[in-house]
Each structure stands twice: as structure tokens, then as C-alpha cells.
């Protein structure tokens, strides 16, 4: 497998960001991921990527993950597009259900108790945009006729999604290119890729064995308290010390681990300060990008 390790920006401030972009550009990062915060000091996943691309030559951007129910996709699409075209195959997309943070809900709109509903009909028409010149589309959500975004990507968009529920597995393998997770163990993700091997063998279609991608935290010390309370509200039954590796030497040793459970993609989390922030980079070149092949 093409083992490839990028990273990600849980909160970035706009006044930090383009030097971590330029640094990691230097250092000949695979990618960098952004995360939708709405509440923190962090650039917008979308506009921030944005910004990165044009101010890269090499380094691709990703999306670790942004929410798509509440998002008009015929939009979404658009904007894919747009940087598919002055940034080709640097265009990494993860979508997914919703914000970590319950109550940034109100911020994504959908009809009470309907989010999973509405997320499988605008995956399905933003990958209409993305493909056709124009688009018919009546669903229950959304109803567009005869539109169209213009120039669409010359190589086809990879729509990867995020979750790790049985309903999340299922919908990756109907609809997505590829799965990013989170907080899952090696054995979880090898049943987790099981499982959306099967959904996409039951709709009839296949996802790309290299299409399975884990976000991964690092610690250096002990979990910040503020992380471990958020990890146990996420993963209560765990002891959050079991997700996340401490030091370079257990993070070597766990992504093999996980690479033996079929992951080859991965999106690195360091949870540190501000300040951490060129040491930290250092470290990943050193440590972390001699695993990729």
C-alpha cells in the first residue's frame, strides 16, 4: 500500500497559519487537514484551503472533516471545483455529519431528525455537480433544474467521508471514495473497513483498498485534561490513553499496527501548544515521513 501521512490542524489562528502552510511546504509535508471549528480561533476549512493552495506548489489540502448537511451542495460543488482546477489532485475532501461540538448544530440547519437523510441526498448531488454538465435533480431535500457549475475537475473528485457508526460504514460504502476515521483502535478499523467492503459489494460498486485513512492524536506527555474529557464524552467505554500514542516511538509503533489493519492513510493531530507548533514539525519529518512509501 502507498502509505502517506499528513497534518492536521484541529484550531489554527489566521495569524499563525500561513507560516505553518510555509514550513510544512518546505519540509515536503504530504498534506495538511483542517477542521471544522466554528467556535475556536481556527481558520474555516474551506477558505483556509483555499488560501494554502494558492500559496503552495506541491503540498495538498485537506478537509479532516467539514460537515456537508447544512451546506447547499450545488455551491459545495462549485467551490471543489474551483480549487480542483487551480490546484489539480491537491483537492482532498472528508465530509461528514456534524460537528464534534453539539451545540455548533444549530450553525449546519437540517429538519429535525433527518441529518443522516439529508447528508445521503446532497452526497448524491454534489457528486452529480462534480460529473455532469448539467443536473435535473427532485429529492425531498433539494430541487434543482438544468444547472450546472461551469468547468468540473478533469480527473474526478474523491469524496471521502468520516464517522465510524454502522450507519456512517454503510454510507461510505454506497457512496464515498474513501474513509477517514477517527478514534478507532486497529481492530475496529479493520472491522470497519470489513464492513464498508461489504456495503459497496451490496450497491454494487467497490472503494479503493488505499481509500482508508485514520486521524490520528499524538501526545507528548500526558493528554491535555481539556482532550481526555472530550475523547471520554466521544468514546466513554475507553480509557483515552489507548487512542492516543505518546512520543514518536509509540506513534511509529501503533501507525504500523494499523497499517497491518489495512489503514494507509493517515492525518496526524499533535496536541500541543502554539508555541510547539516548529518543533513539532521537525519532529514529523524526522520521525514520521520516513514511513511513507
Known amino acids: 500500500m502507498k502509505i502517506r501521512i499528513g497534518v492536521g490542524f484541529a484550531a489554527v489562528p489566521g495569524r499563525e497559519f500561513a507560516a505553518r502552510v510555509d514550513t510544512a ?33 506541491s503540498i495538498k489540502m485537506g478537509t479532516g472533516v467539514a460537515v456537508l448537511p447544512g451546506r447547499n451542495p450545488v455551491l459545495l ?27 455548533e448544530r444549530d450553525a449546519f440547519p437540517v429538519p429535525a431528525g433527518r441529518r443522516g437523510a439529508v447528508f445521503d441526498e446532497a452526497l ?3 457528486r452529480r455537480m462534480l460529473a455532469e454538465e448539467t443536473v435535473t435533480f427532485h429529492g425531498e431535500f433539494f ?21 465510524a457508526a454502522p450507519a456512517a460504514l454503510r454510507r461510505i460504502g454506497r457512496y464515498g471514495d474513501g474513509w477517514l476515521a477517527s478514534l478507532v483502535d486497529p481492530a475496529e478499523a479493520a472491522a470497519g473497513i470489513t464492513a464498508i467492503n461489504a456495503a459497496a459489494a451490496e450497491a454494487g460498486r467497490a472503494v479503493d483498498p488505499e481509500h482508508h485513512g485514520l486521524s490520528l492524536r499524538i501526545a507528548f506527555g500526558e493528554v491535555p485534561a481539556a482532550t481526555a474529557a472530550a475523547l471520554r464524552g466521544r468514546r466513554p467505554e475507553r480509557d483515552p490513553a489507548d487512542l492516543v500514542p505518546r512520543g514518536w516511538a509509540q506513534a511509529r509503533e501503533l501507525v504500523a499496527r494499523y497499517v497491518d489493519a489495512g489503514v494507509s492513510k493517515f492525518v496526524v493531530y499533535p496536541l500541543i501548544d502554539s508555541a510547539g507548533w516548529p518543533e513539532f514539525l521537525d519532529g514529523f519529518a524526522r520521525e514520521l515521513m520516513p514511513l511513507e512509501t
Do not use: F, H, N
Open 77 to 103: 460543488a462549485k467551490q471543489l471545483a474551483t480549487m480542483a482546477a487551480l490546484a489539480p489532485r491537491r483537492v482532498l475532501p472528508v465530509l461528514g455529519l456534524g460537528p464534534a461540538r453539539p451545540a
Open 124 to 126: 448524491q448531488l454534489l
Open 25 to 57: 511546504e518546505a519540509l515536503g509535508v504530504d498534506s495538511l487537514w483542517l477542521s471544522e471549528q466554528l467556535s475556536a480561533a481556527s481558520v474555516d476549512p474551506l477558505a483556509g484551503m483555499a488560501y494554502a493552495l494558492g500559496r503552495t506548489s
Open 143 to 163: 430541487d434543482v433544474t438544468d444547472i450546472g457549475i461551469g468547468d468540473r475537475p478533469t480527473r474526478p473528485l474523491d469524496i471521502w467521508l468520516g464517522g
